[in-house]
Each structure stands twice: as structure tokens, then as C-alpha cells.
């Protein structure tokens, strides 16, 4: 890590101060720097010399031993300037705010071997927590398919596509990476924690919030642009029309993220969302995980090959020849002229047709007329 200590304790510290994703906190680190900010808020008076409330929060925080803590537990404090820091994070900068709430990261708790500055060749896959066994089977195939070609699964470990797409992931022996809204020491859901520490151990869990904390409705908001930003596309599995998985994908629009959204049935509630994100043209309609990496993959790299049509015989007759062939009856000859008729074309050139079709075996000649030959009835 490169970053200074004195930049990540201070980071540490102004994390405490109150939800994540504060754009004031953001303005403020941008034109100060952490350490600068860091030391005016804890010294921070109102007119009558009083610390105001923020530097007495500050004032009774040790940020230092909550770093120590958390080295001694196995997780690390990711910033700016740490050889780990994923870059692509940085464009939540540009990106404006949603209910008042965006920007970049102070800085990312992470467990796990997996390092964030490895998630460029990564793909989120999100959705309803209340989740069909159609749109669950869907997650897994993807995450499997993806991540055997080198691709890295993000989600949040939430019930339904979520848990599908990590688990997808794994089964596949592949890297999967969780974004929490809680502390990545406080498993959510709790009845995750296996999957959870799991994805701790193989892979990493990450979170904006200090260890500790516990998941919030507005936390849950604000995961969301984390796991946006760290992926290279984000894929809507299924989501209900008020969806949390729908501000995923508008993160990643505004972050100029490939977003992808897999159809359902019309009739199902679960697949409003993507259905509405492919209509407007905020998503692309993607099938298999093959079709993922085409979209995210260098260009020129994960081409799909379109599959052969199988060519038949009669696929090479010229159209002439071809209208001709469709006037001739199965097995009751017909003569040259009510073949003619049937087909709308002069005698001439149905002699001439047929002759060429009687070549090739497409139509043969009896007494009576003519009638399909073998590659006729093939």
C-alpha cells in the first residue's frame, strides 16, 4: 500500500460521520484533502468557542484503533493512493447524485484474497430478492458461464439473484466478490453468513461502511453505486417495476456502464423491470453468459459464432426453377402444361425448368407427366 497513514486514519475517521455517500464530505475532501478536513473538523467551534457536534463526535473517535482492529480481524482499508484501489470507482466523482447521495468512496473495507484492483474484467449481476426458479437458473448459468472465461461476478448477497449468481460463481470454481450494506464483519442476510464467509475466504467481501455497521434502508441505496462502478457491466437478471436492482442499472447508465437485462415471461411481475429497461433502450437483451462477454470483452474478443442453417438441396435452385419445382405434384404426374398453369409461367421456360430439375433428380419424367423426384421428396 502506498497511501500515507495519516490520509487513511483520517479517512477512517470522517467514515464515522454519518452515511456514506455525503456530497458535502465529498466537496470538501476534494478541495482540503483528508488530513486537512479531517483536523478542521475536530477542531470545529460555533461562535461561543464551543466544539460543535461534529468535532465532538470526532473528538471521541480513535480511528487509529479501529484500523488496528480491523487488521488484527483480516480486513483492510482500501484507498486512494493504495496500489489496490480500483480506478474505475473514481468516476462515481462525475456521476451527480441520486436522493442526495454519490460521489466516490472515502475508502472500501475489504475481507478476502481477491484484490479490488482485479475487478476491471467484472460483471454485476442483480435482481429480485423475491426471485423465480426461471430467473435463478438464469443468474447461475450466466455467473458459471462468465466467470470460466476469466470474469469476476459481482453482486450483494442478498436473497434471490444475488445469492444465485455468487453461487453460480463458485460451483464454477471461479472469483465472486460481495458489496454489503452493513459492516464486512456483520454478515446480511444473516442466513447468508456461510455463503458470506465463503465468499470471505475465496473470494472478498466489501463494504463502504465501518466494520460493525449495520445495514440501513438508505445503505442498501447507496451499495448500489458501488457495485455499478466497480463492474464493467452490470446485467438485470429479474426485478419487480420498484426494484432496488433497477437503481443498479441506472448507476451504471450514468456511469456509461454496459447494462444488459434478461427477458421472462410478459405476464411476470419479476420481469418488469428488465422488460421496461430493454423497451426505453437503457439495456441490451442478452440470453447466455456468452452473449455477457461478447458486450463487455475487447473488442474483437468473445465473438459469437451464429450457428449454421442446414441447406438443403432445393436452397440452390434459381427462383424460376424453384416455382416450378413447387408446381410439381408429389406422385400423380402432371403434364408440362397444367404444371405451367399451376406456376403462372410459360410453357417455354417450364420445359426449359424442368429440364434442369430432371438433371438433378428433383423431378422425374413418366408417361403420363411429370412428378418430385427423390431430392424433390427429400
Partial sequence: MTASDADRVARVG??????PGDPRISALLEEMGAVRLFAALTE?????????????????ADPGRDLERAESRGIRFVVPGDDEWPPQVGDLAGAGTVHDRGGAPLG???????????????VAIVGSRSSTAYGEGVARAVAGD??????????GAAFGIDQAAHRGAVAAGGATVAVLASGVDRPYPVAHTRLIQHLADHG???SEVPPGSAPTRVRFLIRNRLIAALSRGTLVVEAA???GALSTARW??????TVMAVPGPVTSIQSAGPHDLVRSAAAQLVTSGAEVLELLGASGSHLIVEPCRQT????????????????????????TESIARTAGLGLVAVQTALGFLARDQFVERLEEGWRLGPQGRA
Fill in 204 to 206: 472478498a467481501v466489501v
Fill in 241 to 243: 417495476s420498484r426494484s
Fill in 312 to 335: 438443403r438441396a432445393r436452397d440452390v435452385l434459381r427462383p424460376r426453377e424453384a416455382r416450378v419445382l413447387d408446381a410439381v405434384p408429389v406422385s400423380r404426374p402432371a403434364t
Fill in 44 to 60: 470545529e467551534c460555533d461562535l461561543e468557542g464551543v466544539h460543535t457536534d461534529v468535532a465532538a463526535r470526532l473528538a471521541g
Fill in 252 to 257: 451504471a447508465e450514468r456511469l456509461n456502464r
Fill in 108 to 122: 472500501l473495507w475489504v475481507r478476502g484474497p481477491v484484490r479490488l484492483d482485479q475487478l476491471q474484467d467484472s
Fill in 146 to 155: 462468465v466467470v470460466t472465461r476469466g470474469m469476476t461476478v459481482i453482486s
Fill in 14 to 19: 470522517l467514515s464515522r460521520l454519518g452515511e
